[in-house]
């Protein structure tokens, strides 16, 4: 079964420091995509990164970078520097060829980051 | 530089009522999907659309119907609605059903049914 699997519901950080959200997935498909996306009290998704599963190097956009591992499935998120507007639900997302070949993705069900001044 | 919006914003329904979400997107994407999201949950799609004149069942279909009424629309409607259709439902498309590049959402309708 395809799915992936947020095990931290909510996280508590002091401003400043780094921090790691935890994804772990299951696919049996080769090709595969998985995604961080931000949702803040607004409500609004935002997209943050996007790591591919033949890509090599692990992903990393500003202060975000993805740790992929393939081979225990897991596709962490590390914000480094954390800042007061990065306490936001944070949700992993996986890409999965549906039924008609066309790709669908799946979300797992979020983690709750929240920064300390 | 709208992306994706949909509309209304806001809505409350009796239980029975039917009603359709509208969802449009100006940035040229092949793929559109509508999501639900209950409470304290992720995101669980409802139906997708890879192309024009395709549609496929997601994860929690029932109750639900949409239509991809050419490129850029994709509506979702609600026949007959009923409390535990209460949530919030996201509209979302990307560049091609490949899936290679991220999904991007509208801004939401929160949807309550008495």
């Known amino acids: 079964a395809q799915k992936i699997t947020q095990t931290q519901p909510g996280m508590f950080v002091q401003e400043k420091e780094a921090v790691t959200l935890d994804c772990t997935y299951d696919t049996s498909d080769q090709s595969y995509g998985l995604f961080w996306y931000k949702q803040p009290s607004s409500g609004e998704m935002i997209f943050l990164i996007y790591?591919?599963?033949?890509?090599?190097q692990n992903a990393t956009e500003g202060r975000y970078s993805l740790n992929f591992q393939k081979a225990r499935k897991s596709a962490n998120l590390v914000i480094s520097a954390s800042q007061l507007g990065d306490s936001a639900m944070y949700f992993c997302?996986?890409?999965?060829?549906?039924?008609?070949?066309?790709?669908?993705?799946?979300f797992g069900s979020g983690t709750r980051l929240s920064i300390r001044p | 530089n709208a992306g994706v919006t949909q509309t209304p914003k806001f809505q409350v329904l009796k239980t029975g009522q039917s009603m359709t979400l509208q969802c449009a997107q100006d940035?040229?994407?092949?793929?559109m999907y509508w999501y639900r999201q209950d409470p304290g949950m992720g995101l669980r799609l409802i139906y997708y659309?890879?192309?024009?004149?395709?549609?496929d069942k997601g994860e929690v279909p029932n109750g639900y119907n949409v239509s991809r009424l050419n490129k850029r629309e994709f509506s979702l409607r609600l026949e007959s609605a009923a409390p535990s259709q209460t949530s919030v439902y996201f509209c979302?498309?990307?560049?091609?059903?490949?899936?290679?590049?991220?999904?991007?959402f509208g801004d939401g309708t929160r949807l309550s049914i008495l």
């Open positions: 940035m040229n994407h092949n793929s």
């Open positions: 979302a498309s990307s560049e091609s059903w490949s899936g290679q590049g991220p999904q991007h």
């Open positions: 790591q591919g599963s033949y890509d090599e």
């Open positions: 659309s890879a192309s024009e004149g395709t549609t």
């Open positions: 997302a996986m890409r999965v060829v549906g039924y008609s070949s066309a790709s669908k993705i799946i």
